[in-house]
C-alpha cells in the first residue's frame, strides 16, 4: 500500500489506539506504514508545538506505536528528563514500562518533552524549550507531562506514558483535551524511571478516549521484581463497554469543587457532567474534604521536594550525565550541579533540604508526613459513602506562555485539585467534559486505591454522553 | 517566614550547589515566599496522628535470592565523564 493510499486510512488526528490496531490486525496497514504516519504528522506539527525531545524513524514492533515521556529510561535512546544535567545520557537498559511496552509489540515514536526532572506544571521548565498546546499555541499544554498530552491531541501519537508526582499526567490531560490516568500508587513499576519524588511518582497512560487509557495501562501494571514498591493488581483490567451508571454513587468534595481561582467555565462544564452522572442513573451526594484541600498544597510542597532534594543527589558528575571540571572533587560536583541544574530543581532542591536539615526536619517534613496522615484518612471517609469523587482537574483552562512563569507560588496552584488524592497514593483519571472559552476543561474522576476499573466504568459512559470531539477546533 | 541570606548560603553548601550573587539573592526571596506557604502544615495539632512515609501497607517484598545478570562493564561506564581502566576518574578530594 502506498503513501498517499496509508494517510487516507489512518488520519492520526481522529485514530484511537484500538482503531489503529484494528487497522493492522486486518492488514489494511502494516505496523511501518501506521509508524509513518505519526512520523509524518510529527513533521508536519511539531515544529510549532515541540512535543518530542526526540523521533525514532525506525520502528521496533508492528503494533500501535507509543510516545514516552523523557524521565523514561529507553535502551540506547537518549534520555534527559528535559535537563541539561542529562543531556547526551543514553540509557544502557530499558525501564519496566518501556519493556512491557516492547514486549506487548508497541514500538517507541520517540520521547517527549516534560519539565525539567517533571518539575513544573507547564512545561516552560524544560531547558530545551517549552511544548505550546494543540488548541491554542500561544497557551501551555500543562504540565509536567505536557509534551505526551500534546503529542496524542494533535494526532503526533496514538497514546503516550506519562509520569505524576501531584498531576503531571491529570493537569495536562485536562488542559489538553484527552484521558489521563494517575494509576493507584504501587500498580505501574518505576524501575527505570528518572526519580523525583519516590513516596508519590507514579507512571500511566495518555489516551485518546477511556478504553485506550485502560487497555494501556492493562499492558504496564502489576507487580516487577525490579520496583519493591510494585503489588499484583486485585482483579484484572477489563475494558470499559457499558453506558448508565446505575448504583454508582458519586460524592462532590465541597472544597474541591468551590475552591477560590476555579473559572465559572470550569465550574459549568464540571457540574454539567455531574448532571449526565446523575441522568445515566448515579447517585449523587456532596461530601467534604476540609483539610485535604487546605493543608494539601503546603503538604506537597514539604514532602515532594524534600524527597527530590535526595533523589537529585546523584547527578554529581561522576558515573554518568554533565561534568564541568573544577580543581577538586567538590568544586567539580559544585559547579556540574550549578550549570546542569535549572531553576526550578535548584529551588525545589535548596527547599527540600532545608525542610530535611537540622532543626527544621520536625516541623516542616515531620509535620507535613503527619498531615499526610490526615488526608488520607478524609478521603477513606469519604469513601466509606461514595465510590467515586469528582471535581475539576484543574482550576484554570490552559494559560498563556510566560503567564505564571515568574511567580512560583502561582504556578504550585495549578495542581491545588489534583495533589491530595496524590498525597494518598489514589488514582484519578482525567476525562474532558466540554470546553470552556474554546479551551478544554478536564473532569477529575478520583477513587479508592485499586479502583481503576470503576473510574474506567464511570469515565467511559461520562465520555459517551458528553460527546467531547478530541480534535482541537484549529486543526479539524 | 523568612530566610536569611546566610541561611541560603549554608543549604546551598549542604545541596552542593555553586549559586551565583545574582542567584542566591533572588533564592532568598522566593524561599522565603515559599516557606511562608508551606509553613501553612504548623497551623494543625497533629501530636497524636502517626506521620505517613509511604502510602500503601507494605512490609516486605521477598523474592528469591537467585543471581541474574547485571550490567557489563562496559555498559557501566558507557555515560561516564571519565573512565581510567575499570574506575570513575574524579578530581582529588582534598
Known amino acids: 500500500m502506498g503513501v498517499s493510499s496509508v494517510s487516507s486510512v489512518v488520519d492520526t488526528l481522529r485514530l484511537t489506539a484500538e482503531e489503529a490496531a484494528g487497522l493492522v490486525e486486518r492488514k489494511e496497514v502494516t505496523g511501518a506504514e501506521l509508524h509513518r504516519a505519526y512520523l509524518d504528522a510529527a513533521a508536519e506539527r511539531d515544529p510549532e508545538l515541540h512535543c518530542y525531545l526526540r523521533l525514532v524513524d525506525e520502528p521496533n514492533g508492528d503494533g500501535v506505536p507509543v510516545a514516552l515521556k523523557d524521565v523514561i529510561s529507553t535502551h540506547g535512546i537518549e534520555t534527559t528528563a528535559g535537563s541539561k544535567i542529562l543531556a547526551g545520557y543514553v540509557p544502557q537498559f530499558d525501564s519496566t514500562v518501556a519493556a512491557r511496552c516492547k514486549a506487548a509489540g508497541l514500538p517507541i515514536i520517540g520521547k517527549t518533552n516534560t519539565d525539567e526532572f517533571a518539575m513544573g506544571s507547564s512545561t516552560e521548565n524544560s531547558a530545551y524549550g517549552p511544548t505550546r498546546n494543540p488548541w491554542d499555541p500561544e497557551r501551555v499544554p500543562g504540565g509536567s507531562g505536557g509534551g505526551s498530552a500534546a503529542a496524542v491531541s494533535a494526532g503526533l501519537a496514538p497514546w503516550a506514558l506519562g509520569s505524576d508526582t501531584g498531576g503531571s499526567i491529570k493537569q495536562p490531560s485536562a488542559l489538553c483535551g484527552n484521558v489521563g490516568l494517575r494509576p493507584t500508587y504501587g500498580t505501574v513499576s518505576r524501575y527505570g524511571i528518572v526519580a523525583f519524588a519516590s513516596s508519590l511518582d507514579q507512571v500511566g497512560p495518555v489516551a485518546k478516549n477511556v478504553r485506550d487509557c485502560a487497555l494501556l495501562y492493562s499492558l504496564i501494571a502489576g507487580r516487577d521484581e525490579r520496583d519493591s514498591t510494585t503489588v499484583e493488581l486485585p482483579e484484572p483490567v477489563r475494558l470499559p463497554e457499558g453506558e448508565d451508571l446505575s448504583g454508582l454513587r458519586i460524592g462532590v468534595p465541597k472544597e474541591l469543587n468551590e475552591a477560590e481561582g476555579i473559572e465559572p467555565g470550569v465550574t459549568t462544564a464540571v457540574q454539567n457532567a455531574i448532571e449526565l452522572a446523575r441522568s445515566l442513573g448515579a447517585e449523587v451526594g456532596e461530601c467534604e474534604l476540609p483539610r485535604s484541600v487546605e493543608y494539601g498544597l503546603a503538604c506537597y510542597y514539604l514532602i515532594a521536594p524534600a524527597e527530590a532534594s535526595s533523589n537529585l543527589a546523584r547527578y554529581d558528575g561522576v558515573r554518568y550525565g554533565l561534568r564541568v571540571d573544577g580543581e577538586s572533587y567538590r568544586e567539580m560536583v559544585e559547579r556540574t550541579r550549578d550549570v546542569g541544574f535549572g531553576d526550578e530543581p535548584k529551588r525545589r532542591i535548596m527547599l527540600g533540604t532545608y525542610a530535611l536539615s537540622a532543626g527544621y526536619f520536625d516541623a516542616f517534613y515531620g509535620q507535613a508526613q503527619k498531615v499526610r496522615t490526615v488526608i488520607a484518612r478524609e478521603h477513606a471517609a469519604a469513601f466509606e459513602r461514595f465510590d467515586v469523587l469528582v471535581s475539576p482537574t484543574s482550576p484554570t483552562v490552559a494559560f498563556k506562555l510566560g503567564e505564571k512563569a515568574a511567580n512560583p507560588l502561582a504556578m504550585y496552584l495549578s495542581d491545588l485539585l489534583t495533589i491530595p488524592s496524590c498525597m494518598a497514593g489514589l488514582p484519578g483519571l482525567n476525562v474532558p467534559c466540554g470546553l470552556s472559552e474554546g479551551l478544554p476543561v478536564g473532569l477529575q474522576l478520583i477513587g479508592p486505591q485499586f479502583s481503576e476499573n470503576t473510574l474506567f466504568r464511570t469515565g467511559h459512559a461520562l465520555e459517551q454522553a458528553i460527546g467531547f470531539d478530541p480534535v482541537p477546533e484549529r486543526l479539524r | ?94
Open chain 2, 1 to 94: 517566614m523568612a530566610i536569611t541570606r546566610e541561611e541560603v548560603l549554608h543549604v546551598a553548601k549542604l545541596a552542593r550547589l555553586e549559586l551565583s550573587g545574582d542567584e542566591v539573592e533572588r533564592l532568598t526571596l522566593e524561599l522565603g515566599a515559599i516557606l511562608e506557604a508551606v509553613g501553612k502544615v504548623a497551623e494543625l495539632d497533629l501530636d497524636d496522628v502517626p506521620p505517613t512515609s509511604h502510602p500503601l501497607e507494605l512490609v516486605n517484598a521477598w523474592r528469591e535470592d537467585e543471581p541474574y545478570d547485571s550490567l557489563g562493564l562496559d555498559a557501566v561506564f558507557a555515560n561516564a565523564p571519565q573512565r581510567e581502566d575499570d574506575l570513575f576518574r574524579v578530581p582529588p578530594t582534598t
